[in-house]
Structure formats: C-alpha cells, structure tokens
C-alpha cells in the first residue's frame, strides 16, 4: 500500500524535454528564436537580464496568494512572493546607487521587512506585482540615459557595466533560489 506524503510529486508542463519549464516554442525567452544572440555587449547584458526577470515570473505563474507567501524551506523567511518584494527593494535600491540626489526610502521598511511583509494577501501580492514592475522600468529608464557601459554614476562612480552584471547576478542568484521553492510549493521542476 502506497504511503501519503506531504512532499508534492515532481513534474513539468514540458513535452519535449522532461527538465524544461516549458516547450522551447511556448517559452517566452525564446523569442530571439534559436540563432545567434543579440550583437554587442550592452545588447547582451540586457537579453540576459530580461530572461532571468521572465524566469523569476515563470516561477511564480500559476500561484495563489498562500502558494506565494508559503516559506517553503523553514526556517528561511524565503518565499517566491519575498523573491518579488526583495527584488523590488534591490531594484530600488540600484537607483540610488546611480544618483548624485538624496536616496530613495526602501519600499518595505527596515532590514527583512521584503520578506517578513510576505504575507498571503492578495494587495500584498499585486502590490509586489506592481513594485517590481515600477522599480524595474524606472532603473531601466535611467540606465537608458548611460548607453556606454564604462561611464561611472553615482557618488561611488560605479561603472554601468558593473551594475549590470550585478543585476543579472542577482536575479540569477535569486531565480535559482526560487527553482527550489517552486519545487517545494507544487513539485513543478525545469529550468
């Protein structure tokens, strides 16, 4: 007789591959097709950073509010919703690193308070929805000022390309993380 288990099953919605989060022609990072990447280093940069934000919400998709907030690896504060809200913070907080004005006030208050204010409630998930998008779009905008990626910002003069780099190390960082919690959360698996 087979035994209950309170760890979900693995799977994917891959019929292709079995490791894969989705078929490579429903794949939204796919949409440079399967040719050569995009020409030059700050094109690059860009299309890799742009995959590992659509990985984040591909973790993410599917979710209720309890799935997102779960803090699936104890005693961790870690939850995908967290993930979001933290990311919104970090995003935020890049800005700052590239400004001469005043900084910007965290979004969620003091140290944790991204992850500790993951609560399973809807408005604190559009919310994050919504933050994460704004954040995002508004470092995005000010980057696009700043095409060479060797011109230094900020009061600490940090190269473009080296913010860069640290954002997509970030949501890599980030996005590895949440492979494991979305595992934990319903068992879908794949890159």
Not at 105 to 114: E, H, I, Q, V
Not at 134 to 161: K, M, S, T, Y
Request: with cysteine.
């Amino acid at each position: 007789m087979a035994r209950m288990s309170d760890q979900p099953a693995r799977w994917t919605r891959a019929t292709v591959y079995p490791d894969m989060w989705a078929d490579p022609d429903d794949d939204p990072r796919n949409s440079n097709g399967e040719g050569a990447g995009p020409d030059g280093e700050l094109a690059t940069l860009q299309d890799f950073l742009r995959d590992y934000r659509l990985t984040l919400r591909m973790k993410c998709e599917g979710l209720d509010t309890e799935q997102l907030a779960r803090r699936s690896v104890p005693p961790s504060t870690m939850s995908l919703l967290g993930l979001l809200r933290h990311l919104a913070e970090v995003e935020r907080d890049w800005r700052n690193w590239i400004s001469d004005d005043e900084p910007l006030p965290k979004l969620y208050g003091g140290s944790d308070a991204d992850f500790d204010g993951a609560v399973a409630d809807q408005a604190v998930v559009d919310a994050a929805y919504a933050d994460l998008a704004r954040e995002q779009g508004e470092l995005d905008a000010a980057l696009a000022e700043h095409p060479d990626l060797g011109e230094r910002l900020g009061r600490d003069g940090i190269a473009v390309r080296e913010l860069m780099v640290h954002r997509i190390d970030e949501y890599a960082r980030h996005c590895g993380h949440a492979d494991l919690l979305r595992e934990c959360v319903d068992g879908r698996v794949g890159q």
